[in-house]
């Protein structure tokens, strides 16, 4: 991983500038990915509260062995609540609708610091509760939709898990949080190791970040929906998964979630990557190591989808 890292170029020190020149090489092109594949794409604009137009795409595998009605992974993309969109990273959840003949829906989340405080977690709650309401006409089960995200989604699928719980609904079947952005604090002695030096997401980026997100928000002001480490209580929340790299500045923080879920007497999966660094296998996916953590990630998944279909 080390010698993957040093391939990298050094990552640029953000601020707003910085931000305006490499947000649209943020973007990511879907089509290549689904090229050659039996794979329908469906785009909806739904509504938000506000009246503006909520993005969302929906992938469904089109063979003939597909279930009626399908499990549903939930996707919410990276990029520290400032770039990206909705097929960021996309890769990962299409590997699970290959696997497990899933519908993935993505949501195009508002970024900060354009829109800040609980508006992207909203944003991320507001299409699960569409693809729950239209479940049926979308194929879905709505006893199995997974929810799940990496980086700055990670962070926002550990909030719409609380929402969902907090707020009546919908039902989770499980939740996948892929080194997760979990807590604005940014102080844990991972985010302390990492600053300043190569990374791919280093402490100076992650305040920068939270920075965009919060607006001036006072700790005690910042709600658990937002920096999910906050949360009092993290009981009745799906089985979870949670893992990082050990090289990362959100390796405490994924631990730390983890061990409180423990505590509440929840479910929670928890790996660690030796010498794994940030988003290490969305850039490299083929590595040794990559390949491992997606395959135990899968794994997981599979077995937790199976475990819920006997119970039934």
């Not at 909203?122 to 729950?132: I, K, P």
């Not at 939709?145 to 989604?153: E, K, P, Q, V």
């Not at 983890?258 to 660094?277: C, K, P, Q, V, Y």
Request: charged share 20%.
């Amino acid at each position: 991983m080390g010698a993957l890292l040093a391939e990298l170029p050094s990552a640029p020190q953000l601020n707003s500038e910085v931000l305006d020149q490499i947000r649209p090489y943020s973007w990511s092109p879907v089509e290549p990915l689904l090229a050659g594949k039996a794979i329908d794409r469906r785009d909806f604009d739904i509504d938000r509260h506000d009246g503006t137009s909520l993005p969302i795409s929906v992938l469904s595998p089109t063979g003939p062995h597909r279930p009626h009605p399908a499990p549903c992974v939930y996707w919410m993309h990276g990029g520290g609540m400032v770039m990206g969109d909705r097929f960021s990273q996309i890769d990962i959840p299409l590997e699970w609708l290959d696997l497990f003949n899933a519908t993935v829906v993505s949501v195009e989340y508002r970024l900060a610091p354009e829109f800040t405080g609980t508006d992207p977690v909203h944003d991320c709650y507001r299409g699960l509760l569409w693809v729950a309401e239209h479940a049926t006409e979308l194929g879905i089960d709505p006893n199995r939709i997974i929810i799940a995200g990496i980086s700055a989604g990670g962070g926002l699928t550990a909030g719409v898990a609380q929402m969902a719980r907090d707020l009546g609904g919908p039902s989770l079947a499980a939740q996948v949080l892929v080194c997760p952005m979990l807590d604005h604090r940014n102080d844990s002695t991972s985010s302390l190791q990492y600053a300043g030096g190569p990374g791919t997401w280093t402490r100076e980026q992650n305040e920068f970040g939270w920075q965009s997100l919060l607006g001036g928000l006072e700790d005690d002001a910042v709600p658990g929906y937002v920096s999910p480490a906050l949360a009092a209580d993290l009981s009745g929340l799906p089985p979870t998964y949670v893992d990082a790299g050990t090289a990362e500045v959100f390796r405490d923080e994924a631990v730390a979630y983890a061990t409180r879920i423990w505590a509440a007497g929840g479910d929670a999966e928890l790996h660690l990557w030796a010498g794994g660094f940030h988003g290490f296998d969305a850039l490299y996916p083929k590595a040794r190591l990559s390949a491992q953590a997606r395959l135990t990630r899968t794994e997981w998944l599979s077995r937790v989808l199976a475990e819920q279909q006997a119970a039934r």
